[in-house]
């Protein structure tokens, strides 16, 4: 019934399973929901649907990214930004996921999930070494969710990679610029695999992050340096400020070095000054 796959996709959409759905039902005073077995029949119908409007949309944001970037003199290459997230902070995370956007759509073409365990798997190892197991083992491989080795923080390092290799394929592109955000082993890990003939990638930094790490330097300055900060000095604030306008003569200023450099220090002489 219909209305038990919107049940279903509410659910998930919040992050709810099955045993969430029968309580649910339970405190509504409503009937006992679906099965497990058809429950995984949903999920399994959502997942081919909702894969399949992913891919045409990260189809159409790369064509656009494309365009966009011919018009500006890049040919077949497009600058890309990277990041990550995790299921759990502080790395200890089973899972992970990593994106790819379009610098001048702002649009996701690229999505990569890595995991480092496997339900089923984790079900059907006290059957191991029976021949059921062995049935199941021999479908099971190409489904299977556990997709990565090693530790969690490594998972972003290791699906940029993957997505930077995969471009041609996917999109007919290559990524030429990727947009940091500091950390240095992504890069490292993009130069290292080579993904493109003749092609060397290149980093530019995210001014956001330019900007953060302005601020950070700042206050451990203002932390570590014995009446540095306090009224009329390095406040709070005037440290907000400073990284502000960083930023924005960064912004205002990108293709020229010279440019840059005076406005960055026309913010210094102009919060120094008595006037």
Excluded at 117 to 143: F, L, M, R, V
Excluded at 173 to 190: A, C, E, M, N, R
Excluded at 210 to 225: A, E, F, H, I, W
Aim: glycine share 8%.
């Amino acid at each position: 019934y219909d209305i038990n796959r919107r049940i279903v996709l509410a659910m998930r959409l919040l992050g709810v399973g099955v045993n969430g759905i029968k309580k649910f039902c339970a405190f509504m005073c409503l009937p006992n929901p679906i099965f497990q077995s058809f429950y995984d029949k949903i999920v399994s119908t959502i997942s081919i649907a909702t894969a399949a409007v992913r891919e045409k949309s990260m189809k159409n944001a790369a064509a656009k990214e494309k365009e966009l970037s011919v018009q500006k003199g890049l040919a077949e290459r497009i600058v890309v930004s990277g990041d990550g997230t995790w299921k759990k902070r502080g790395f200890s995370s089973l899972l992970g996921v990593t994106s790819l956007i379009g610098w001048c759509t702002g649009k996701v073409i690229d999505v990569n999930v890595k995991s480092k365990i496997c339900n089923q798997c984790n079900y059907w190892k006290k059957k191991e070494g029976t021949a059921e197991y062995e049935e199941w083992a021999e479908t099971h491989k190409d489904s299977c969710q556990k997709n990565h080795e090693g530790s969690a923080g490594k998972m972003e390092v290791d699906a940029v990679i993957q997505m930077f290799q995969r471009s041609e394929e996917l999109h007919g592109l290559k990524y030429s610029h990727y947009v940091g955000d500091g950390d240095s082993k992504t890069f490292k890990g993009i130069l290292d695999s080579n993904p493109y003939e003749n092609l060397d990638v290149k980093k530019k930094e995210c001014i956001d992050h330019v900007q953060k790490r302005m601020g950070t330097r700042l206050r451990n300055l203002k932390k570590n340096v014995r009446g540095l900060g306090g009224k009329g000095k390095l406040t709070g604030k005037l440290i907000d400020d400073l990284s502000l306008y960083f930023g924005l003569a960064i912004r205002r200023n990108h293709n020229s070095i010279v440019d840059m450099k005076k406005e960055i220090w026309a913010t210094l002489y102009h919060k120094i000054s008595t006037d």
